[in-house]
């Protein structure tokens, strides 16, 4: 019984957990501290702490909760809870756009989003680089330019972009190197 409380919650929890899990650690904390009291506060937030520094999702402080709740069936029911919402929603999506996409109002709307997702990416990324370029703005503008060209004529991946970027900010910054 403990197992199908563990998937029900987090399966829940899972639904409106979008960005990962800061936005519901109230009400995880409120059901599974107060409400059930499966863990004390501290354990809820030791296990939220760890959940940090393990590599992967955010997510993955649920098989801690549910390890120290029950054991590592609790850890499964737990993970299986967390990752399965997300991946029922994403099916759905996938299929019904796979089954619609020749619509022409399906078309017309995928058309009038990518402006849209193109300034959030262009937004965070500029955002980002301001925070890391600084008073160095011409550096970056140097660095930037040519890698955007080299992209989008195809001459570079995005990965091989990714860290050849990153190599040369790195002999930038760290060693100093003129630009």
Known sequence: MIYWQLFWLFFRISLIAFGGVFGVLPELQQVVVDQYHWLSADQFVQSYVVGQF????????????????????GAL???FGIYSGPILLLSAA???YSRYR???????TELALRPLVF???????????KQ????????????????????????????????LAGFVWWG????????
Not at 172 to 179: A, E, H, Q, R, S
């Open 77 to 79: 029911s737990s993970i």
């Open 54 to 73: 393990v590599p992967g999702p955010n997510m993955s402080m649920a098989a801690l909760v549910g390890y120290r709740i029950a054991g590592v069936g």
């Open 132 to 163: 890391q370029i600084g008073d160095q703005w011409l550096s970056g503008l140097l660095l930037g330019v040519p890698l955007i060209w080299l992209h989008w004529t195809g001459n570079l991946g995005a990965m091989a972009c990714i860290f």
């Open 172 to 179: 930038i910054l760290v060693l100093g190197l003129p630009i």
């Open 102 to 108: 020749t619509f022409s109002w399906v078309k017309r």
């Open 94 to 96: 996938t299929t019904l």
């Open 119 to 129: 300034g959030l990416i262009f937004a965070s990324t500029a955002l980002f680089l």
